[in-house]
């Protein structure tokens, strides 16, 4: 009976590594889709959507997956210094050169897609305003999100301007 007993513990033990391995693909799988979908998202909402095509909101409730549901309020330590740059010429808005010379000049390593992907999908969240193509403000919840702040400055004050040179992104504009 004991052999019995441990054949169906291992049996039910390999089952759930199983579905555990298709549970992980699937969401690897999921987290693909989702890229895709912000990107052609992002391409239809950069040269303007026809009044025809209606971009739903694909949210599906995965609640009932726990802990593998990833956190809405996670951010990278990279877009967090992103952020925080972006905070930093409030009121005036940062386009997507702008964050490109930042990545460049602190190291970060940025596709064009990564880069687009990521502002669609904090724009969504309420974290960014987008202002006109290609560029985008941080909102009050964003900067917050990012552990910055928001101070007013009049628009083209010193660091306000967003048509900024290469000489004024700095290794040390990097905020941890």
């Not at 019995?4 to 690897?28: G, P, W, Y």
């Not at 694909?58 to 609640?63: E, G, K, M, Y």
């Not at 925080?84 to 386009?95: C, H, V």
Request: glycine residues 6%; proline residues 2%; negative net charge.
């Amino acid at each position: 009976m004991d052999d019995f007993v441990e054949r169906r513990v291992r049996e039910r033990e390999a089952r759930i590594a199983s579905i555990t391995r298709n549970i992980i693909d699937l969401q690897k799988n999921r987290r693909e889709a989702e890229a895709e979908l912000r990107a052609y998202k992002d391409v239809l909402n950069h040269f303007g959507a026809k009044d025809d095509v209606i971009i739903e909101n694909t949210n599906v409730d995965v609640s009932y997956l726990g802990s593998a549901t990833p956190r809405r309020t996670r951010m990278s330590d990279v877009w967090r210094n992103i952020l925080t740059y972006m905070s930093a010429n409030f009121p005036n808005s940062t386009d997507i050169d702008d964050v490109r010379k930042f990545c460049t000049v602190n190291g970060f390593d940025m596709s064009d897609d990564s880069l687009r992907s990521q502002l669609s999908v904090y724009t969504s969240r309420g974290w960014l305003e987008r202002v006109s193509t290609g560029s985008y403000r941080p909102t009050q919840s964003g900067a917050s999100a990012a552990g910055a702040t928001i101070e007013a400055k009049s628009p083209g004050s010193e660091t306000g301007n967003s048509d900024s040179d290469d000489s004024e992104l700095e290794s040390d504009d990097v905020l941890s």
